[in-house]
Each structure stands twice: as C-alpha cells, then as structure tokens.
C-alpha cells in the first residue's frame, strides 16, 4: 500500500521540461511517440468527489474554462501513460483522482466570482478555494493539499531548478499544451480532435488572453506579470496573452 504522499500524487519530479525531456527514448526527437488514444480513453473518475467538484467546477466556470478544465485532464492522462509509464500514474486511481480534481479546479480562480473578488493572484486564490471545497465536501486533507500545491504552482513555467509534484508537472505539461500549444507533438492529432469535439474551445485562445489582460489590469502585481516584462505596467502588450492567440497548434479547432 503506498503511503499518503504516493497516493496523492506528491512523488517528486525534475520541474524542468527541457531536463525531463533530453534524451527522452519516446519524446525526444523530431517524431515523438504518439500513441492513438482518443478522448474516450480518458474519461474523469466516477468518484463521489470527483462528482461534485465537477458540479462545482460546472456551475462557477464559464463553458470555455470547464471545457478547458477537461481537456487539460486528458491530454495531461494521455501524455503521461505513452511518455512516463514508469510513473506508474494512470494505474494509481487515487493520483488520478487528484490530477482530475487540480484540471477541474486549476483556473477557479478566475470565476468571475473571485478574480476582481481578491487582491491575490488566480492561482493562489483558486488554490485556496479547492482546498477548502475539497475539505468541506470530506477528502482527505493529504490530497486537498496536493490539488492546492499543484494549482499554486501550474503557472511557475520559468522555474528551472529543484523538483515539482507528479500531478502538479502533468498540470503544468497540459496547461502550457492547450494554451499554447507546447509539446503537442507528444500526443496524437486524433487524441486532440477527439477531445475538441467532445469539450469545444470555442474561441478558448482569445476568451483565455481576455482573462489574462483583465488581471494584469486589475492587479498589476500578480503571479501573471511573471511572463511579461520587468515592471510591466498597463497600456504594455501582454507577452503572455500574445502566446496564447499565437497558438497556431490549436487554432484549427478554435
């Protein structure tokens, strides 16, 4: 039986991409791995708790967001089970259980009820949010903080050093991935058309840059300045938000 911090998805990992991928035998390379699945294979867990976090997640999120929520959820599975099979992840029910409720809660805070309802950065707050919700409806504190650690951190891309959770690199790989389109090489095209259909974008490379210039605007301190320039002030061009509608990778299915 593995203990608490296996289970929850806290084995650590190298945080650096550029480090977990050199030399990788099945993602390295300029024709990666990519195994067909399609969205079918990847369905959310049939918990009570993944049941109502989904709710939540359905009732406060915009459709664009939820749909997003979900796709991070499986390109990140799929991902991990043709790349990472010594991870032992997607045999791991309860770090699945985890990673599927930090996609579902990962960009809470940005619900239009606490983005401009906070002086905090959406990560933090959303983090907090998720906490607290996955407490309030009875899991067990070890995975409601590994849910919180991974959506603290899911935006600290230019982190070079030192070691990430398991679930908060798979958070980090799939959010970059649908958002702007890095490393969607490692996946199948039939994996990302699949998964479009079933959760649309709708427009989610624009709807997504909107969020980001609204919190630059209303908090030009938060944790999102970090991909702009030093002393980024209002009225300079978002690097960030330019990325996410340059995301050519995706633009067929927006």
Known sequence: MPSDWEKYGFAPVTRD???L????PTASGPNPKQDLFTVEDFPLPD??????????AQKELDEQTFNHSNRV???GSALVKTHFP?????ENQTAVETYALSCLLHDIGTAEKFLATTHMSFEFKGAIVARDLILQLGGPEAEADSVCDAIIRHQDIFVKGGNITLVGQILQLSTILDNV???ANLIHARLIETTTTKFPRKGWSEHFARVIEKE???????????FEVPNWKEGVRSNFATDVRGNDVMRPFD
């Open 181 to 183: 389109g890095i490393r």
């Open 216 to 226: 630059l605007a209303l908090k030009p301190w938060c944790h999102t300045t970090s």
């Open 86 to 90: 010594e991870w032992k992840f997607n």
């Open 47 to 56: 918990t009570p708790l993944v049941r109502e976090v989904h709710a939540f």
């Open 17 to 19: 991409p550029e480090v």
């Open 21 to 24: 991928f050199k030399d990788h």
């Open 73 to 75: 959820f499986v390109y």
